[in-house]
């Protein structure tokens, strides 16, 4: 079968809000760094998701899924390291 003419499904855009600025990116997972990158966090800081009112840290290295909403993130300058 030919690859030829065969289209990628287009992605929802699905928004989410970053610092209480809200943007649209298409569904589907992302690691945390690129995330950071496409919604305009700088890669120094930490990045949270809220979920059900509670912060939940996220590695740069881990990976998230984007999908219906609510999609809510907070930054922040990391905190803890040695003394």
């Given at each position: 079968m030919s690859e030829i003419g065969k289209q990628e499904p287009k992605k929802d855009l699905i928004e989410v809000v970053v610092d209480q600025v809200?943007?649209?990116v298409p569904s589907g997972s992302y690691i945390v760094a690129d995330f950071?990158?496409?919604v305009g966090v700088?890669?120094?800081k930490e990045l949270e998701h809220v979920?059900?009112?509670r912060l939940v840290p996220l590695a740069d290295d881990a990976t998230i899924?984007?999908?219906r909403?609510?999609?809510r993130f907070v930054s922040h300058?990391?905190?803890g390291g040695s003394s």
């Open positions: 809200p943007h649209k950071k990158r496409l700088e890669p120094a979920v059900e009112g899924v984007i999908e909403g609510p999609n300058i990391r905190r």
